[in-house]
């Protein structure tokens, strides 16, 4: 009997181990989100491994969602026809955009807002038909779905980092237009275009700090305690 308890003890050391991350991982996890960027510039003509992109979307499912509903579906855009077609999609979008920046107009389309010619690899993210999950989203229904599927996000573009790829998420487009190219079912929601590929280099800030666009905000303005600050 004391032998199988020594054993078991055993196990759950050896479990306990498996679990317990290092000082080296914990730096290495943090260097990787604050290294991330929404990428826009790609190296033309480049092809990604199909290897690495099955890991990236192996991260990509391996994400938490609300009632273990994972809404998220993921198009891989091969075909050059349908990019073309998609670009001309978020094209449309982007002058659309243009015309809503006032006086920053011609700031605005200066800046380059997508890689979707350039980039290896090209994933629209759909939002699956709402499954009739309740646990944990009843009074948010579809804010938690969204939820979800933006953890899917992250973590593709966290393990594209990893990777030494860039990723840009790309939003300049009319879901109901981009969900009738993907032939998506009644009740799917396209919410990302995901443009994934080797770059030249990375930004060493976000590229609209980069660019002058805007400023990302300090921890603190953005931390508060127990409510709303007056």
Not at 29 to 48: K, P, T
Request: some cysteine; hydrophobic content about 45%.
């Amino acid at each position: 009997m004391c032998g199988l308890k020594n054993h078991s003890r055993q196990i759950l050391i050896n479990n306990m181990t498996a679990r317990h991350f290092t000082e080296a991982d914990r730096e290495s996890l943090y260097h990787v989100i604050r290294e991330r960027r929404d990428m826009r510039h790609f190296i033309a003509g480049s092809e990604m491994d199909d290897a690495v992109l099955a890991r990236i979307l192996d991260a990509a499912h391996a994400a938490p969602s609300v009632g273990l509903m994972q809404p998220w579906r993921f198009i891989q855009i091969k075909k050059n026809e349908l990019r073309d077609s998609i670009a001309a999609l978020v094209e449309q979008e982007r002058m659309q955009t243009a015309r809503q920046m006032g006086e920053r107009e011609a700031e605005f389309l200066r800046l380059k807002v997508e890689g979707l010619r350039e980039c290896a690899a090209l994933i629209a993210v759909v939002q699956a038909p709402d499954d009739g999950t309740v646990l944990g989203r009843r009074t948010m229904p579809e804010e938690m779905a969204l939820c979800s599927t933006a953890c899917a996000i992250q973590n593709m573009w966290l393990a594209s980092r990893v990777e030494n790829l860039g990723m840009g998420w790309v939003s300049f487009f009319d879901p109901r237009a981009l969900a009738d190219l993907l032939a998506c079912p009644e009740g799917a929601k396209p919410v990302a275009l995901l443009c994934i590929g080797p770059v030249s280099e990375f930004y060493d800030r976000p590229m609209l700090e980069q660019e002058g666009w805007r400023q990302g905000r300090a921890l603190q303005e953005c931390l508060f305690e127990d409510r709303w600050p007056e």
